[in-house]
């Protein structure tokens, strides 16, 4: 299981103290390329720590190296999909961010067994098999269930799920948005959803996440084409 933080260069300040202001880089290649001389240094820390289950070890270290490249940017580790660990760098889809992390996967070093690299968020390959544990409850992402309204170019969607009404309000919009970053990564979310709404009812017509992924990556593959 891997973790994701916003990262920070300093311990925690003293709370009557205001955060230092962190440096943004002016040139994101060079970065880029401080970030990943950094990575190279750490990694043998970084693999002993993630071999021995304890990632906890290396995000310090980690949240600094981060921070050759951008403050804002976040970062996590976790299994990967083609190779046994992942490396995610996001921005969280912000524009000003987006020149930071294309410097970052230009200037990657290519994947290989153990490493891959995202410059975003990645789906899920199955959203049916993830269970989430949100508030007590321990949650199928097999029983979600989207309506979509296509528009064009972007899809308004209503999402359901059978817990929804046990949940409270806050947990509930945590569920209505997961479900669609897992099924469609970040950054294919930020470009072709536009509203996002939570049913309260099972809407008529509604698929699954697996049905919602084709629909979505279908118009994205016409519109690009159109392009």
């Excluded at 990262?7 to 009557?16: A, I, L, S």
């Excluded at 409270?168 to 209505?176: A, V």
Aim: proline content about 8%; some cysteine; charged content about 25%.
């Amino acid at each position: 299981m891997g973790f994701f933080r916003r990262n920070r260069t300093e311990d925690v300040p003293d709370p009557r103290t205001a955060w230092p202001e962190q440096e943004i880089p002016a040139d994101a290649g060079a970065a880029a390329v401080a970030f990943w001389t950094r990575w190279f240094e750490l990694l043998p820390l970084i693999s002993a720590a993630l071999g021995e289950r304890e990632p906890q070890r290396v995000e310090h270290d980690l949240c600094q190296a981060v921070a050759l490249l951008h403050p804002d940017l976040h970062f996590s580790l976790d299994r990967g999909q083609r190779a046994i660990y992942s490396l995610v760098l996001t921005g969280q889809e912000d524009p000003a961010l987006r020149p930071y992390t294309d410097a970052w996967k230009a200037a990657a070093p290519p994947e290989d067994a153990i490493w891959e690299y995202h410059d975003s968020v990645p789906p899920v390959p199955d959203p049916a098999e993830v269970t989430v544990n949100i508030a007590q409850h321990r949650i199928s992402l097999a029983d979600v269930r989207v309506a979509a309204l296509v528009e064009e170019s972007v899809v308004d969607v209503a999402v359901y799920h059978p817990v929804f009404a046990s949940l409270d309000p806050e947990t509930r919009s945590t569920l209505t948005f997961l479900p669609l970053d897992a099924a469609l990564g970040e950054r294919l979310a930020a470009e072709r959803l536009r509203r996002v709404e939570t049913a309260e009812a099972e809407p008529q017509g509604a698929i699954t996440l697996l049905e919602f992924r084709d629909l979505v990556r279908g118009l994205a593959e016409t519109v690009g084409g159109d392009d």
